[in-house]
Nanobody
Framework: QVQLVESGGGLVQPGGSLRLSCAAS????????MGWYRQGPGKQREWVAS???????NYADSVKGRFTASRDNAKNTLYLQMNSLQPEDTAVYYC???????????????WGRGTQVTVSS
């Protein structure tokens, strides 16, 4: 069974920082592109950032310059460093990963269950 588990969420004041983690566990051959999504209250889920296995990244305009995605392939862990947080960043943050169960399998999509980030004074 493959699982993605997010951690690091919490309550932070405007202008503060948080670092989210997403650890992949279980039986799999490779972890390919990973990404972060978020869903605020009453809003649709939106893409935040993505990072390929080689380390190249892409960001939504709303977080560009403030958030940084990274990964430790040896630990199968994805990170999101969030700086200069604002109330509009309040959301449940979800980890997404494309993985192969074996060398002969097609990629499959996996999601974590989310971690709450609340930005409030």
């Amino acid at each position: 069974q493959v699982q993605l588990v997010e951690s690091g969420g919490g309550l932070v004041q405007p202008g503060g920082s948080l670092r989210l983690s997403c650890a992949a566990s279980g039986s799999f051959f490779t972890v390919n592109t990973m990404g972060w999504y978020r869903q605020g209250p009453g809003k649709q889920r939106e893409w935040v950032a993505s990072i390929r296995s080689g380390g190249s990244t892409n960001y939504a305009d709303s977080v560009k310059g403030r958030f940084t995605a990274s990964r430790d392939n040896a630990k199968n862990t994805l990170y999101l460093q969030m700086n200069s947080l604002q109330p509009e960043d309040t959301a449940v943050y979800y980890c997404r990963a494309w993985m192969q169960r074996s060398a002969w399998s097609a990629q499959s999509e996996y999601w974590g269950r989310g971690t709450q980030v609340t930005v409030s004074s």
